[in-house]
């Protein structure tokens, strides 16, 4: 197992998804890795939540998120030889159901990034690391609101970490890629909680997303509103 491949799999151990070598060989890969262990300690209310929805039972009539347990159990064990970076995606998908379609947090193409809940935030995950070495490119916000983007070319597209301020709850937020011609994607999706991010003494917020395209494409990013209104833009 890579260091590589190690620290995709906190979501898996999380959830106790991990086979019995992959879960020692994890074990021992926490006493050397801070983020993965802070990390660990964010997404554990997460499995709480999903593993409280009951046992699960062969019976084909199961529904609700009993099934994302299920079905999360059941794709770890076919692709538990391939890379392990889908079953964080799988996570962040369970969350996104309880949540009543919104996410708290997730992470595309790599680690996911720290996820604050209800103002907290607990250490330094890899969100976060990831901004705090890189270059940010600095955005311009609306009143009040700062933040940039540090960004990296990958083999599928681009990786890039989040880092906003001054932003007041509840909303609805999307990081949004905006390519050289004009078109958009979402490359990640969040909401924010009343006490807000970077306000009153809460932490900032730190987040992952990724988009298909090469940074060569891609021309700014947002960060958009559920409602349309554009909280920040950073040129690259």
Not at 22 to 34: G, I, N, Q
Not at 194 to 201: E, I, L, S
Not at 220 to 232: D, K, N, S, Y
Request: glycine share 16%; with cysteine.
């Amino acid at each position: 197992m890579s260091a590589r491949v190690e620290h995709t799999d906190v979501g898996a151990y999380a959830l106790g998804l991990l086979e019995a070598d992959d879960k020692r060989a994890f074990e021992a890969h926490l006493t050397t890795c801070r983020a993965c262990t802070a990390e660990l300690a964010e997404l554990s209310g997460m499995a709480g939540v999903l593993t409280g929805m009951g046992p699960i039972e062969p019976e084909e009539d199961r529904r609700g998120e009993g099934e994302v347990v299920d079905l999360l159990r059941r794709r770890k064990a076919a692709d538990r030889r391939t890379r392990r970076g889908t079953v964080i995606i799988g996570v962040a998908a369970a969350v996104t159901l309880v949540a009543g379609g919104i996410a708290v947090g997730s992470g595309l193409g790599g680690p996911s990034s720290p996820i604050a809940v209800g103002g907290t935030h607990h250490g330094t995950g890899p969100a976060e690391q990831f901004y705090e070495e890189g270059t940010p490119a600095g955005g311009v916000g609306a009143e009040g609101v700062t933040g940039g983007v540090v960004y990296e070319s990958k083999g599928w597209g681009t990786h890039a970490a989040l880092k906003l301020e001054g932003v007041r709850g509840p909303l609805e937020c999307e990081l949004i890629a905006v390519s050289t011609t004009g078109e958009r994607k979402a490359m990640t999706g969040w909401a924010v909680p009343p006490a807000g991010y970077g306000v009153n003494g809460q932490p900032p917020l730190y987040m992952h997303g990724g988009s298909p395209w090469n940074p060569e494409r891609i021309d700014r990013f947002e960060v958009v509103t559920a409602t349309g209104e554009t909280l920040l833009t950073v040129d690259i």
